[in-house]
């Protein structure tokens, strides 16, 4: 089964505690990327990667960091998150070889108190 | 992209058919006509797309009308648990920035017993 698994899937943080989010893919799928959702402001990209080792910003990347060492894994890390990251976290994959659709974990609610 | 233009809400009985309309009349010629639902919080769901041919799968079937400038998404047997906010998306296969989804507002449909 097509799947993007995301954990933890619900944290409670303190400003200032280094945290990963994980996310994997099992499609074989180049492209890969994150999104947080806020209500009144939609989703909005924070980073994506078009393959391995290949990672550019979006339209909110400040106060996060990517990797992208093998193609079904792209970990999310907030080295020092602030409570204005409190939000829910997907991370998406996209079909490129027919569709352009994407493929959503099932999100990340995070807390930064 | 495009812009579109759905109803914020409808409502539908469970076992009939939901019939949610999406206007796009500035749509180019080469974009595709795209479907996601997101249902409370989870991840949003890729339903079906199409470029101007009625499309249908497993879950839904898409209407495109001949002038391409409006189409209509069809659950021909909506169940409660299709409760979600269904958002139309119009975009290029391929084109700039081809991996950032950008959401509008959707229609909430809500399936009542």
């Known amino acids: 089964e097509a799947q993007v698994t995301q954990n933890p899937r619900y944290l409670i943080t303190v400003t200032g505690k280094k945290l990963t989010v994980t996310c994997s893919q099992n499609m074989n799928h180049e492209y890969m990327s994150w999104y947080r959702q806020d209500p009144g402001l939609g989703l909005r990209q924070i980073y994506y990667s078009m393959n391995v080792e290949v990672t550019d910003k979006g339209d909110v990347p400040e106060g996060y960091k990517v990797s992208r060492k093998e193609k079904r894994n792209f970990p999310l890390i907030l080295e020092s998150p602030s409570p204005n990251q409190t939000s829910l976290y997907f991370c998406?994959?996209?079909?490129?070889?027919?569709?352009?659709?994407?493929?959503f974990g099932p999100g990340t609610r995070l807390t930064v108190t | 992209d495009a812009k579109t233009t759905q109803p914020p809400s409808m409502d539908c009985a469970e076992g009939r058919a939901a019939n949610l309309p999406c206007n796009h009349s500035?749509?180019?010629?080469?974009?595709?006509v795209y479907w996601y639902r997101q249902i409370h919080s989870q991840g949003p769901q890729y339903i079906i797309h199409?470029?101007?041919n009625n499309e249908t799968n497993e879950m839904a079937s898409l209407i495109i009308t001949e002038d391409r400038k409006s189409s209509t998404l069809i659950l021909p047997h909506a169940t409660l648990r299709d409760t979600a906010v269904y958002y139309c998306i119009v975009r290029v296969k391929g084109g700039t920035s081809y991996g950032k989804l950008t959401f509008g507002q959707g229609t909430i449909l809500t399936v009542h017993p």
């Open positions: 500035t749509i180019s010629g080469n974009e595709y």
């Open positions: 199409g470029l101007k």
């Open positions: 998406a994959t996209l079909d490129r070889d027919s569709s352009y659709e994407q493929y």
